[in-house]
């Protein structure tokens, strides 16, 4: 199988990983979607969609 790495974007944080813990992040950048919502970024790689 090809390593398809290289084609992954950073992974969403989803509100069930909210509810269990809680989470410390940084957030490092934001910017807004194609779709009109603002996109934080965290130090992490993480994002989180508003």
């Known amino acids: ?4 790495t290289q084609y992954m974007g950073n992974p969403f944080v989803k509100p069930e990983d909210l509810v269990a813990s809680s989470r410390r992040e940084k957030i490092v950048a934001y910017h807004i979607s194609e779709f009109g919502r603002p996109v934080l970024e965290f130090a992490s790689g993480y994002q989180l969609s508003l």
């Open 1 to 4: 199988m090809d390593d398809m």
